[in-house]
């Protein structure tokens, strides 16, 4: 086992110890087809807790976003996200002469899936943001592609803001059927639709739309 | 009384076995029973193939799963000896707190308390245990802990719903934490004539706590009585309450009489003991369940994800301390 396996494996190991990490694939079975993986932000352990809920061969082709100045900024940040998740980074900082999309469709034209959360920013108000448009371009440009949405239930608690320390609290992520962008479907409206498929996700939130068995 | 003479001519090489020789004897029983019981459903698997009885097999075949956890849990307490078992109770209770919080909603505010009562009195409840100190093993939490709570909880500025925050995590320690690390303690009791043979008095506790379950849980459905509480059990009866308890005093009787050389009346009083509170400690945590919202369990359904080990230890979080302490209070035993 490489150093970056072992740390991946103590990582979901954590993860799994303090949260449980349960997947709950409703809308759809883990397979390995190419996806973009789209859910809630409320904590940094958000894109941990999905990585660890994913099973072990999916996970070496699910990648993460990361912000480049973040975290290429020490040794072992960089590490991290570019041995253990093999994160794609991308700028924050908006140059007129790159497409800030432009790291992610590179990965996707490599065939890798993505987890992204578009609403940009962590939120703690329960109901998600608005969703910003990166999604929207993604499913434009690359209609082949699956689009799932993810709900992340309990995570706030796990970590309030400002805390370090988690407190163990089982959570859960749920996987919803997946979607497509329709033909003459405008920007609003695709958005709106992505951010009530995660919504709708919400335990509790499926007594509105009747929850499909799970095919696995 | 040729009943009884017969009784003790079968159990009696038993009864002249040592302690060890005993449990081992105990465990290749336990995992026989189990390997056939497999067996046999893996056969009925082969031969039926129709759709109908298709979720309740898969039923079966997921709370026989648990069992041989279960039971490979309790092997390896015993053959790990005293730290062993402490600490895969630890384990155990940790997950069984995990599920207790999820369950009950927790403010921000409430995080630096539960840090306190996950990674600090969790373990050292339990390393008080393995000490054997059972003079500070039974008051550190309803002494020590009871006030360490809210004074962290105060301190943290947030005086909405004070009470109701903090009896809900105190609470959650002593059912999952204390009550539970009941569990390893009887492991480490000096039983007069029985010295050593602690894991005889938890497989008892066990045993017994399980056995209770079943039979009500069988009388129930066969007797079809009132409920006595309809909003919070609908199958919960006296008299299924009674069927389980008797089933569970013959249980504990002869596995009382022929490994620990209790009295009848010493292992019936005790098993009835022991039964009695593991039944209504279950029934008083589906009255928390329906507090918190939770009307199923398991993966489908599930607001949390919670896996359901709460439901399945919740008997010997309640049974474990009263039984502990009937014991040592009954034959007056020095800590």
Same mark, same amino acid.
């Given at each position: 086992?490489?150093?970056? /396996?072992?740390?991946?494996?103590?990582?979901?190991?954590?993860?799994?110890?303090?949260?449980?990490?349960?997947?709950?694939?409703?809308?759809?079975?883990?397979?390995?087809?190419?996806?973009?993986?789209?859910?809630?932000?409320?904590?940094?352990?958000?894109?941990?807790?999905?990585?660890?809920?994913?099973?072990?061969?999916?996970?070496?082709?699910?990648?993460?976003?990361?912000?480049?100045?973040?975290?290429?900024?020490?040794?072992?940040?960089?590490?991290?996200?570019?041995?253990?998740?093999?994160?794609?980074?991308?700028?924050?900082?908006?140059?007129?002469?790159?497409?800030?999309?432009?790291?992610?469709? /590179?990965?996707?034209?490599?065939?890798?899936?993505?987890?992204?959360? &578009?609403?940009?920013?962590?939120?703690?108000?329960?109901?998600?943001? &608005?969703?910003?448009?990166?999604?929207?371009?993604?499913? /434009?440009?690359?209609?082949?592609?699956?689009?799932?949405?993810?709900?992340?239930?309990?995570?706030?608690?796990?970590? &309030?803001?400002? /805390?370090?320390?988690? !407190?163990?609290?089982?959570?859960? !992520?749920?996987?919803?059927?997946?979607?497509?962008?329709?033909?003459?479907?405008?920007?609003?409206?695709?958005?709106?639709?992505?951010?009530?498929?995660? !919504?709708?996700?919400?335990?509790?939130?499926?007594?509105?739309?009747?929850?499909?068995?799970?095919?696995? | 009384?040729?009943?009884?003479?017969?009784?003790? =001519?079968?159990?009696?090489?038993?009864?002249?076995?040592?302690?060890?020789?005993?449990?081992?004897?105990? *465990?290749?029983?336990?995992?026989?029973?189990?390997?056939?019981?497999?067996?046999?459903?893996?056969?009925?698997?082969?031969?039926?193939?129709?759709?109908?009885?298709?979720?309740?097999?898969?039923?079966?075949?997921?709370?026989?799963?648990?069992?041989?956890?279960?039971?490979?849990?309790?092997?390896?307490?015993?053959?790990?000896?005293?730290?062993?078992?402490?600490?895969?109770?630890?384990?155990?209770?940790?997950?069984?707190?995990?599920?207790?919080?999820?369950?009950?909603?927790?403010?921000?505010?409430?995080?630096?308390?539960?840090?306190?009562?996950?990674?600090?009195?969790?373990?050292?409840?339990?390393?008080?245990?393995?000490?054997?100190? *059972?003079?500070?093993?039974?008051?550190?939490?309803?002494?020590?802990?009871?006030?360490?709570?809210?004074?962290?909880?105060?301190?943290?500025?947030?005086?909405?719903?004070?009470?109701?925050?903090?009896?809900?995590?105190?609470?959650?320690?002593?059912?999952?934490?204390?009550?539970?690390?009941?569990?390893?303690?009887?492991?480490?009791?000096?039983?007069?004539?029985?010295?050593?043979?602690?894991?005889?008095?938890?497989?008892?506790?066990?045993?017994?706590?399980?056995?209770?379950?079943? =039979?009500?849980?069988?009388?129930?459905?066969?007797?079809?009585?009132?409920?006595?509480?309809?909003?919070?059990?609908?199958?919960?009866?006296?008299?299924?309450?009674?069927?389980?308890?008797? =089933?569970?005093?013959?249980?504990?009787?002869?596995?009382?009489?022929?490994?620990?050389?209790?009295?009848?009346?010493?292992?019936?009083?005790?098993?009835?003991?022991?039964?009695?509170?593991?039944?209504?400690?279950?029934?008083?945590?589906? =009255?928390?369940?329906?507090?918190?919202?939770?009307?199923?369990?398991?993966?489908?359904?599930?607001?949390?994800?919670?896996?359901?080990?709460?439901?399945?230890?919740?008997?010997?979080?309640?049974?474990?301390?009263?039984?502990?302490?009937?014991?040592?209070?009954?034959?007056?035993?020095?800590?």
């Amino acid at each position: 086992m490489t150093r970056p /396996e072992a740390m991946g494996l103590l990582l979901t190991t954590i993860a799994r110890l303090i949260t449980g990490a349960q997947g709950h694939w409703k809308g759809c079975p883990p397979k390995a087809e190419q996806r973009i993986y789209f859910a809630n932000h409320q904590s940094h352990l958000d894109w941990v807790l999905i990585w660890a809920a994913l099973p072990k061969d999916l996970r070496s082709v699910t990648r993460p976003i990361a912000a480049k100045d973040y975290w290429t900024s020490g040794r072992f940040k960089h590490w991290l996200t570019r041995e253990v998740f093999n994160a794609v980074y991308v700028n924050r900082q908006r140059t007129d002469d790159q497409d800030p999309l432009e790291p992610l469709a /590179e990965a996707l034209k490599r065939g890798d899936s993505l987890v992204i959360f &578009p609403e940009g920013t962590r939120s703690n108000k329960g109901l998600p943001m &608005p969703f910003k448009s990166g999604l929207y371009h993604l499913a /434009e440009q690359f209609p082949q592609v699956q689009l799932i949405p993810a709900w992340i239930d309990n995570v706030q608690r796990v970590m &309030p803001k400002g /805390e370090v320390v988690p !407190v163990p609290i089982l959570c859960t !992520v749920t996987f919803g059927a997946p979607m497509q962008l329709q033909p003459g479907e405008d920007k609003r409206a695709f958005l709106e639709r992505a951010r009530n498929a995660v !919504v709708g996700l919400r335990p509790g939130g499926e007594r509105d739309a009747p929850a499909q068995r799970s095919a696995a | 009384m040729s009943f009884i003479e017969t009784l003790r =001519a079968l159990f009696d090489p038993l009864r002249r076995l040592d302690g060890s020789q005993q449990v081992q004897l105990l *465990f290749v029983v336990l995992f026989g029973v189990l390997l056939t019981i497999s067996a046999y459903a893996a056969m009925r698997t082969v031969r039926e193939e129709d759709a109908e009885g298709d979720a309740l097999r898969e039923r079966f075949h997921r709370e026989l799963r648990a069992v041989w956890v279960t039971a490979v849990i309790f092997w390896l307490a015993w053959v790990s000896g005293t730290v062993g078992a402490t600490l895969l109770f630890g384990i155990v209770s940790f997950l069984a707190f995990r599920e207790y919080i999820t369950l009950l909603k927790t403010r921000a505010s409430d995080h630096r308390s539960l840090l306190l009562a996950f990674f600090v009195v969790l373990p050292l409840q339990f390393v008080l245990v393995g000490s054997g100190d *059972f003079g500070m093993f039974s008051v550190f939490i309803p002494v020590y802990v009871f006030i360490a709570i809210p004074v962290v909880s105060a301190l943290a500025g947030d005086p909405e719903r004070f009470l109701e925050r903090n009896a809900k995590i105190q609470w959650g320690i002593m059912v999952c934490i204390y009550g539970l690390s009941h569990a390893p303690a009887l492991l480490l009791l000096n039983l007069p004539k029985a010295s050593g043979k602690g894991a005889f008095l938890l497989f008892l506790l066990v045993m017994v706590a399980a056995t209770a379950q079943i =039979a009500q849980e069988l009388a129930s459905r066969r007797l079809r009585r009132r409920p006595v509480a309809r909003q919070i059990d609908r199958s919960f009866s006296y008299a299924a309450l009674g069927v389980g308890v008797l =089933a569970a005093a013959v249980v504990g009787v002869v596995l009382a009489w022929t490994t620990l050389g209790f009295k009848v009346p010493q292992a019936l009083a005790m098993s009835m003991i022991a039964a009695a509170s593991g039944a209504f400690g279950e029934f008083v945590m589906r =009255a928390l369940k329906k507090d918190a919202g939770v009307r199923h369990w398991g993966n489908a359904a599930s607001v949390t994800g919670a896996v359901g080990l709460l439901d399945r230890v919740a008997p010997i979080c309640f049974a474990a301390p009263v039984f502990f302490h009937s014991v040592v209070w009954y034959f007056q035993l020095r800590p």
